[in-house]
């Protein structure tokens, strides 16, 4: 009997037939993430019910030297997910469901399989807020949100996932469980170990459960459109809005391209306003609706708004979001190369531009698009493929933009992670020491490396 035969057998008596799928009848989501990156049927996938079983799989696979990724929803797209075929997929989706709602804590705790829609929706229904959201919010899972620190469209207002994170379960590779569950804001007893395992893309631990923080539910939010006449002044109106309406749900930062090409894959691809103008922000206030106005008197006459729409009903609202939207038609109309970088605000307008120039340089008539949450300093590019020599030099331009991010002291991963996708870009944004004692950790937390082997390091 071969190694692999034997520590499936172990497996087998640890958690029962039915949580170990091998061969035809695993299903194909478990082979690559929705990056369709490099898929391959994994050599078995897991399916625990408990964290016991959790600890038992590790064990047993730590004692053999056997590769384990930990899987959620297969929603990232760094390729954090994607299993090698000789490793052993372990998926959350059997550990899911709301555990309780503490309301005077104001804190939900879950099992790391539950999808973010539910743990929304389980909140709303108490009263509360759970503030992380994103595209593929009915798929993703929180344990996979928590392990690539998701962001997504509220960051601004309540921050990153850590941001939302009191307290885990996590069990080590060698199946040691660690209870850092807590309820508590104030908790400084010694490291803070949960922060090793948040963004930590299932390479040093598996959550399999959490406790996060709510919020209040807010009140009517008001949508806004403006147009401004250059990046500077999208900075300073948004210190302006901050100051008076205070920090909106969202501030969407849209180049002239990019919201020329939104408006034309409208139903009725009329523009909004009459001119056209070179930068655009679509944001959401929950301020008073006098204060919004104000500001925006105020703005227009310091000459960091030229023009400006305040949706009057969510119909008109939910068309100003479409065009912002646009992006999740990307993979249709085109063929995207995607980048998720950060800057500091200051100096976003600054890369985009030189990112223009350089793209423009090397394959005059590439088509490419800027958009993104600046206010988390945040800026999404897409390039369309389609629109450079082919097949297209998809690495060539990868290190293009990735070493104008090092030059200007950026991020190449502003909130997808690094997986496989990035991995070799890494060295643009953190030091050769820093990356050393990244090692480190990972060697401390999982001497043998069978924790999702190859990402991030
Ligand atoms: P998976 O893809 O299954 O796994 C992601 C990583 O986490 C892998 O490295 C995996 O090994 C690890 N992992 C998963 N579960 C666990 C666990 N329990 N313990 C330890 N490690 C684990 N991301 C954003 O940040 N912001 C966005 O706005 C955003 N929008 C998106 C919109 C769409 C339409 C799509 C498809 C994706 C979007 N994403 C976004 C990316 C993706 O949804 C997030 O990265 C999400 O957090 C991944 O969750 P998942 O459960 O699908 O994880």
Known sequence: MNDLQQTLDQLRAALGDSAVITG????????????????ACPAAVLLPRTTEQVADALRICNAAG???????????????????????????????????????????????????????????????????????????????????????????????????????????????????????????CGYDLKQCFIGSEGTLGVIT???????????????????????????????????????????????????????????????PMSDEHPLYVLFESAGPRELLEQTLEAAIEGGEVVDAIMASSHTQARALWKIREATGEFPLRMTPLNFDVSLPIGQIGDFAELCRQRLDQRWPGNHSVYF??????????????????????????????YTAVGEMGGSVSAEHGIGLLKREFLHHSVSAQARQAMQQLKDSFDPKGILNPGKIL
């Open 209 to 271: 459960r959490a406790i996060l923080k709510l919020a209040p539910l807010p009140g009517e939010t008001t949508t806004v459109l403006c147009a401004l006449p250059d990046y500077a002044s999208a900075v300073s109106f948004l210190r302006r809005v901050q100051r008076s309406a205070g920090t909106p749900q969202a501030y969407e930062l849209m180049w002239q391209d990019f919201f020329r090409l939104g408006v034309s894959w409208l139903e009725n691809p009329v523009p």
């Open 24 to 39: 035809a009848a695993i299903n194909q989501r478990h082979y690559s993430d929705w990056t369709g990156y490099a898929p």
């Open 372 to 401: 993104g949450h600046i206010g988390d300093s945040n800026l999404h590019l897409t390039v369309d493929c389609r629109s450079l020599p082919q097949p297209a030099p998809i690495l060539e331009i990868e290190e293009l933009v």
């Open 66 to 188: 056997q590769p384990v990724v930990p899987q959620g929803g297969m929603t990232g797209l760094a390729g954090g997910a994607v299993p090698r075929a000789t490793d052993i997929a372990l998926s959350l989706e059997r550990m899911r469901g709301i555990e309780e709602i503490d309301a005077a804590a104001a804190t939900v705790s879950v099992w790391a399989g539950t999808t973010l829609q539910e743990i929304q929706q389980a909140a709303v229904e108490a009263g509360f807020l759970f503030p992380l959201d994103l595209g593929a919010r009915g798929s993703c899972q929180i344990g996979g949100n928590i392990a690539t620190n998701a962001g997504g469209n509220a960051v601004i207002r309540y921050g990153m996932t850590r941001d939302l994170v009191l307290g885990l379960e996590v069990v080590l590779a060698d199946g040691r469980v660690l209870n850092l569950l807590n309820k508590m804001i104030k908790n400084n």
